[in-house]
């Protein structure tokens, strides 16, 4: 049995590296997400949509393969391709992002899979997993399609907003569709600048008023302190000591592994966000989404 279906798109990612140098990988977050629960030792399954005999969709299947990420709910397209996305970083390893993905098959996600087959995982799953980027890039026809299968649904499902205005035609759209899965969740992981673009208030009452709700709901704020709502309580924990950040690009992906995979276990919140936190750390010293298995925080790879 599965333990996590993560929904989304899996993408060809492009690193500027300096001096006019390039470093490909693939990534995409709801991915990042599944390979870090996979590595820690939480059976993964990503949902997707690929292309069919080109060398990118190989090489993500390859990927997951190595990970020991399950391909069984991936779909196959021939003659499509994979999207693709450039990072470019400053001196702080902030990133920008960059995309050319309007033909990626994950577009058509709902139209083309076997989507009997997806309600039968996720009916099947410990939790259901996707983010604010899965429900831009499936449009506006996914998202109709997946609040139903949704309703019939009574897995538990976690959600990080990770909003890319870039992906959506406007804000008001984006809320939209985002409020639309909230209410839905049994866990919310959100970070400070999504929020506060979308919602226009402070994260901390806009997490809040989403706990009202019954999720536990985790608030990373800028300064990489957090705040935890959870059955009616507020639990504030401290940033960790800062370190030199090599690259940013998907710590928010491993601390959501790290929480769901510890979550997933019935521990504290507190337990959870220590995991969550010690793995982001650890991700950013490293460039790209994904690091070495070896780079993995010990404890990780023992319960690997």
Partial sequence: MV???????????????????????????????????SRLGV????????????????GILALM??????????????????GLYAIARDAAGE??????????????????????????????????????????????AGRA?????????????AFDPNYRPQLWPSPQAARAAMAAVIPRCSLVSAGGPDVEALWDSPLADTAARWAAGGAQVI?????????????GEVLAIAAPPPIEAVDTTGAGDAFNAAYL????????????????????AQVVRFPGAIVPKDAMPSRSRSNA
């Fill in 145 to 157: 399609a997946l609040s139903a299968m949704l309703g019939e649904l009574r897995t538990p499902l």
């Fill in 43 to 58: 059976p993964a399954a990503f949902a997707t949509a690929l292309g069919d005999g080109d060398p990118f969709s190989a």
């Fill in 95 to 140: 990133r920008s992002f960059f995309y050319w993905r309007d033909q990626a098959p994950v577009r058509q996600l709902f139209e083309i899979a076997d989507l009997a087959a997806l309600a039968a995982a996720a009916r099947g799953a410990d939790l259901l997993y996707l983010t604010g980027v899965t429900l831009a890039v499936i449009g506006e």
């Fill in 219 to 231: 608030a990373r704020h800028a300064d990489h302190s957090l705040e935890i709502h959870a059955g």
């Fill in 3 to 37: 333990g996590v279906v993560s929904l989304g798109e899996c993408m060809v990612e492009v690193s500027l590296a300096g001096s006019g140098r390039a470093v490909i990988g693939f990534a995409g977050d709801a991915f990042n997400t599944a390979v870090y629960l």
């Fill in 65 to 82: 393969a190595d990970e020991g990420v399950s391909a069984d709910l991936v779909t196959r397209v021939p003659g499509r391709l994979p």
């Fill in 261 to 280: 995979a510890v979550w997933l276990k019935g521990e504290s919140p507190g337990a959870c966000a220590a995991a969550g936190q010690a793995l982001a």
